[in-house]
T-cell receptor, first 112, second 114 residues
Framework: SQQGEEDPQALSIQEGENATMNCSYKTSINNLQWYRQNSGRGLVHLILIRSNEREKHSGRLRVTLDTSKKSSSLLITASRAADTASYFCATVSNFGNEKLTFGTGTRLTIIP | NAGVTQTPKFRVLKTGQSMTLLCAQDMNHEYMYWYRQDPGMGLRLIHYSVGEGTTAKGEVPDGYNVSRLKKQNFLLGLESAAPSQTSVYFC?????????????FGNGTRLTVT
């Protein structure tokens, strides 16, 4: 069963604009991670945010976490063509199940 | 560092055939995982290992077997391939328990079963 669900499923924006993707999950978590997947490649880790953190930054990435709403968002500022990829959230439940569960992803297309 | 290397990159099997997917990591990671990725399903965990000589079932283990004889290698076997096993398979590794450190992924094996 999928723990995380990303929204929207697909997003197209002009280069230079900001892109926001959302992730909702069902059970309490230890932390939440975001990954990027370029076409035909494996996933690449972007950022990890722990359940006691509300916001985290890494370069042009900003991740927020709202545990009361069981949701997270990933903001990419000043988008570039190279940001075109699929983005996945992944969660680890805190019920003793140390497995990383992935959502179905948001397909982001940056239009030059 | 090569990171996580998967072989082969592509394979076509006939129903009932067997094969082994190879995963090697050179980062001295303890934990290794096999996922499958299908359209609209995200990634699903098949099997994982928390150290050399250990294996455990994930979310969708049926039809697959694994072995971790050496710390750097994690093998995924299909004993009798079925069309439902057509998928892209990803191997990943992590330094410590999942969630504490990020997963490092290989570039996948695209398997088609006819």
């Amino acid at each position: 069963s999928q723990q995380g669900e990303e929204d929207p499923q697909a997003l197209s924006i002009q280069e230079g604009e900001n892109a926001t993707m959302n992730c909702s999950y069902k059970t309490s978590i230890n932390n939440l991670q975001w990954y990027r997947q370029n076409s035909g490649r494996g996933l690449v880790h972007l950022i990890l945010i722990r359940s006691n953190e509300r916001e985290k930054h890494s370069g042009r990435l900003r991740v927020t976490l709202d545990t009361s709403k069981k949701s997270s968002s990933l903001l990419i500022t000043a988008s570039r063509a190279a940001d075109t990829a699929s983005y996945f959230c992944a969660t680890v439940s805190n019920f003793g199940n140390e497995k990383l569960t992935f959502g179905t992803g948001t397909r982001l297309t940056i239009i030059p | 560092n090569a990171g996580v290397t998967q072989t082969p990159k592509f394979r076509v099997l006939k129903t009932g055939q067997s094969m082994t997917l190879l995963c090697a990591q050179d980062m001295n990671h303890e934990y290794m995982y096999w996922y499958r990725q299908d359209p609209g399903m995200g990634l699903r965990l098949i099997h994982y290992s928390v150290g050399e000589g250990t294996t455990a079932k994930g979310e969708v283990p049926d039809g697959y077997n694994v072995s971790r004889l050496k710390k750097q290698n994690f093998l995924l076997g299909l004993e009798s391939a079925a069309p439902s096993q057509t998928s892209v398979y990803f191997c990943a590794s992590s330094l410590t328990r999942v969630g504490a450190t990020p997963l490092h992924f290989g570039n996948g094996t695209r398997l088609t079963v006819t």
